[in-house]
């Protein structure tokens, strides 16, 4: 028996969400909602009997819904997922989780109160090229990561309400949360910004934040670069993984090639003098083999098993909870020129949960 | 009648000097002058009458040398440079022109009293690219810049003595001397570098700095990606270039398209509101043709043009100074945890000279 | 008031046709035929009120239904469309038209003589870069067409019944016929095939045929690539266009490079020698901005506005029958080991409709 | 004690030979022979003790000198390398070897009666990928040769005496008779070329032969194409390489990807049908490492190499036979309108030796 969902909002994203719930196995469709019955329809399509939805009250006291996906504005999800938490249905909520911090702990800590699943669509963690990207570090095949540098731009919609930071960092942010052997966890982050056409956010900037052992990551997220780029590099102290996402043909690259320093004793007179010998690997480079299907159908599907098992989702809203945190102190350090600007998830969660006893639905959610 | 030179320095980048002053019409290499004989013996080749030198001294008292090329390590530029100047000779500096800004000042100054050219062998400037990104910025055919993107990355040599700063953004920096409008005037840099391989100094790092009007420039340089990029896009008002110096089919590519803010004016109990339309260019892009020639050829022929002519070269000394000057506020950067570090220069110079009242060989210097 | 489509096979091609009939404001989706009904009915999806059928007779005695799409193996499709012709129901008709250039003749008279539309689903003539191609020919912006150059290769599915070339290179026989100033018309073909793994018919082949005034065309097809490449060059003696469509950024670059000869008269002891001065055009490339959409949706849009205009559509049932003329040629070329073979179809219509005088749809229907 | 070498030739190509005689320990260059001292006065350069000579039999009669490279037009070749060999001087020439087959042959033969090494400049076979390639194909990773596609174009220099398959098509044979398990042994050749621009001689054009097995190879050379291409695909049974020249970063890229036949035995009633398995197999794809190194470095020295050893180099006189034997069956076949012509060099070897007897140098030079 498939589960039954709705999805609410027929913008921009949600007729993926519709697409995707449609053709799953796991999902039976019955309703899309707006507040324009117009736009609705149209993502419904003609000769079709999933029903159009104008009010939310209504749509979520059907006892015929088991679970909501929320793909309206940013600002909106706080309010229309704890009505849907509190009339019982699982929530998948668009990126980013919430517009601020507080909203999205009081989204986390609900559901988790009461028992059910709310998940956040990072839909990139569900392509095959991040999927292998997590098991490559995860493995140990990559070694101990050295750097992250990641660039997403493009000419891109210039949003009225949010910098480019809020609008295209959540993918890298996400990405990084999944595929690092501890999570995205930084305890500071530096933003620098630049709105040169006068648009009153930024268009284009850099991200900075540390991930642990002196190694970083770096985010370059741009809206008015008139070529499309979308190019991570994750640096191992084994080998290193190169992801250009239009490639199809060669998304991942992995090399065997870096820098390997050798510390050789120094005598006794040259104490402090370390001898450094640098070794170069300049091996092979493989491209593994990936298969070609849909994220969002991967997602739809780990929102379908989540429930079933009674579990946490692999992106769920703890993960949202900590993308918007960095997003939260890249705004602050935004205004504050560039300048490091503390990440304050881990004294939000020290303060509530106790530190190191997370919990969730279930069995611990946070990585 | 060609003019006459000497290479001082016959180690990596030598050779590279040897084979071009050899090959132009307007030099005549005289000799080549190493502490190493075997190695500038080496340099030189077989059958050939070109002269090795092993002492500076007795090079710099050759009546025969009208010129010298330095390609040395950083930190004896200075004192090789002075001696040179001292002995009456025309002075060709490989980058960085010195390892202190004021080192470098000194020479600057030197040069100037003496009214010798004191050149710095910006290489990258005497490409067809760069050269015709050039002309396109002054043109105005990209209309005002409103950020500039510049990637150089490969598996490099990790120096011993220097961060990845100093060896690589000296190449983006002196582009952007070059091209931009009013030359490289940053007021204040930040740099965040990381150094994960434990080798002493930072092996990849990020460099921004405001470039006017509020656009930012950034550089990203990296000694452990394994791939090589060479990727620097200025976004202009207008159009927007792509320069891919590993393309060799498409250097550059110039863009129709970007984003064009329109404000209205408010209404009265609007006042405060500003109405934006936002309008999208997606027009056609066009690769101008480049001509494939040697940099260093181009740079050898600037450097006799500009002692025929008596005037300052193209990449002058004072070139050399700003990008020190940027690279030293980088590295204050870097002790401030990447918070933003003046750039002395400014001051320096309104010191000396009285700010805007640039002297040189001739006329008019700086730009 | 849409009109009233059933797509016919619910295989490989007819789930793409499903979905560009249903989002199309000029047709309503009816129903969905094919043999094995839940096959049509996974198509048709759930929650839909599109009918599926499994009878062919049941199918077309409905009145309720203008047009029919068929998607069913080659060998089929004659049947079907005369069926459909008969019971007064437009035809559009997947690629190859048919399986023999008999049948296909059959098929275009019978249509013709109803008064019927009979479309060829040559998708690709629908693409943003084709009809750009077509346009840059046909306004005479790349001068005389001195050759064409056309690779379609990747790792294929080997068919049972049919060789590479009747499987991929209807795609490049089409676009040739639809952006050639004289469509297709070879008076000969040479083909050679080879099948290195034994499947029993032809894996990878080169088809040349002559164009016109000493210009070829070929065409490479293969089906044992581990890479896939779609790369075809269109050389003018003014500008010379490439179209990779792998590369979605830049699919079309129109470059204004090439050779000259200028033919100088001789002296009159020298009457025979001609002197020749080669000159090499060494221009800008500029890459045409194109829009972003779905070539299927175009299709169906032009079948529905040919019907409503009572005239032939762009890929009309004779672009097919030329594309079967030059696949049957081939395939004779084959069986005489790549010597010319003669292209059949020239012959037949002088025959049949008297050369130069075709008829159509209303108005003539051959270019 | 480096052997002592002289170039004869101080056009396109004679330089580059110059360069790497040079500065190659392997050998001294003595001299540098061109018919206008002025010419190669320039290619020697400035303080430089190499001679300059303009008569081919003064330069011969130098005791002097060893060997001697031969960078003149073709049909030159054979003039001067026979009286090279007659004045004992080893002899290096450029592709290809001769203007006729049995001119070549002549020299192959002169060669082996006087023991003398006769080397033909091979370049691409002493690059690292068409050395990879080689060791690829030579121990059966790839297993059986199931496919060979080239593609070699350019906007390229309209030759105006040969057409574009002897100018350009050497290259590509040369390194098919390097790397083919049995070398370049085609019975029959099929060329179908194109002058479409009126320049006396074939602009472009296509030429396929059967290598074996059910396998072709086809080569695309192309005088007339705005951009560069040097493509070419190796297909086995086994495995796949893509060599693709202009990405220096991944030149070779092996995929263990393809298409397997498993061939069923059929039951009693069905013994003429085989049922067939096709079996895809989609695997990694691997880059490996290469060095960056100068053929012409390693061509240099493969000929003091052969020399001092006594035996045939890499690429001798034979291996030039063969790729001329190609390019008359070649021409042979344009004539034909590109029915098939027959490669003569089997039976003239045949006739003159004993087939699967040759005779070189010491030892076997015939792969």
């Known amino acids: 028996m498939p589960l039954r969902a709705a999805v609410i909002g027929a913008g921009y994203w949600g007729p993926n969400l519709v697409r995707n719930f449609r053709s799953s196995p796991d999902w039976d469709l019955v309703a899309v909602c707006d507040l324009d019955p117009a736009?609705?329809?149209?993502?419904?399509?003609?000769?079709?009997?999933?029903?159009?939805?104008?009010?939310?009250?209504?749509?979520?006291?059907?006892?015929?819904i088991d679970a909501v996906a929320v793909a309206t504005p940013a600002q909106t999800h706080?309010?229309?997922?704890?009505?849907?938490?509190?009339?019982?249905?699982?929530?998948?909520?668009?990126?980013?989780?919430?517009?601020?911090?507080?909203?999205?702990?009081?989204?986390?800590?609900?559901?988790?109160?009461?028992?059910?699943?709310?998940?956040?669509?990072?839909?990139?963690?569900?392509?095959?090229?991040v999927q292998h990207l997590r098991a490559l570090v995860h493995s140990g095949e990559l070694g101990d990561i050295l750097f992250v540098d990641s660039v997403r731009i493009n000419l891109g919609l210039v949003q009225p309400d949010v910098d480019v930071f809020w609008d295209l960092?959540?993918?890298?942010?996400?990405?990084?949360?999944?595929?690092?052997?501890?999570?995205?966890?930084?305890?500071?982050?530096?933003?620098?910004?630049?709105?040169?056409?006068?648009?009153?956010?930024?268009?284009?900037?850099?991200?900075?934040?540390?991930?642990?052992?002196?190694?970083?990551?770096?985010?370059?997220?741009?809206?008015?670069?008139?070529?499309?780029?979308?190019?991570?590099?994750v640096g191992g102290s084994r080998k290193t993984v190169v992801w250009d996402d239009l490639n199809p043909q060669q998304r991942l690259s992995v090399y065997d090639r870096g820098v390997d320093l050798e510390l050789t004793a120094g005598t006794a007179d040259a104490a402090e003098k370390r001898a450094v010998n640098v070794n170069y690997r300049l091996g092979d480079m493989y491209a593994p083999a990936l298969p070609e299907r849909e994220a969002l159908g991967q997602m739809v599907t780990?929102?379908?098993?989540?429930?079933?098992?009674?579990r946490a989702p692999l992106t769920d809203g703890r993960a949202g909870l900590r993308v918007l945190a960095v997003l939260e102190a890249a705004s602050e350090s935004q205004r504050r020129a560039g300048a490091m600007a503390p990440v304050a998830l881990t004294d939000l969660y020290a303060q509530r949960h106790g530190l190191g006893q997370p919990v969730g639905v279930g069995v611990g959610l946070l990585r």
């Open 302 to 310: 780990e929102f379908a098993d989540s429930i079933h098992e009674g």
């Open 169 to 233: 960092a959540p993918h890298d942010l996400s990405i990084l949360d999944f595929v690092l052997p501890h999570g995205l966890s930084p305890l500071e982050v530096s933003a620098r910004g630049s709105d040169p056409i006068g648009a009153g956010n930024s268009c284009l900037g850099y991200l900075t934040m540390p991930i642990g052992h002196g190694a970083i990551a770096n985010i370059h997220v741009n809206w008015l670069s008139p070529t499309k780029i979308r190019h991570t590099v």
């Open 78 to 129: 706080c309010g229309i997922a704890l009505a849907a938490l509190e009339a019982g249905k699982h929530v998948l909520v668009e990126k980013p989780l919430a517009s601020t911090l507080s909203d999205a702990t009081r989204m986390v800590d609900r559901a988790e109160e009461l028992g059910l699943v709310l998940m956040c669509d990072h839909t990139y963690c569900y392509t095959p090229p």
């Open 39 to 64: 736009r609705a329809a149209r993502v419904v399509g003609d000769r079709s009997t999933v029903e159009v939805e104008t009010s939310l009250e209504a749509l979520l006291a059907r006892p015929d």
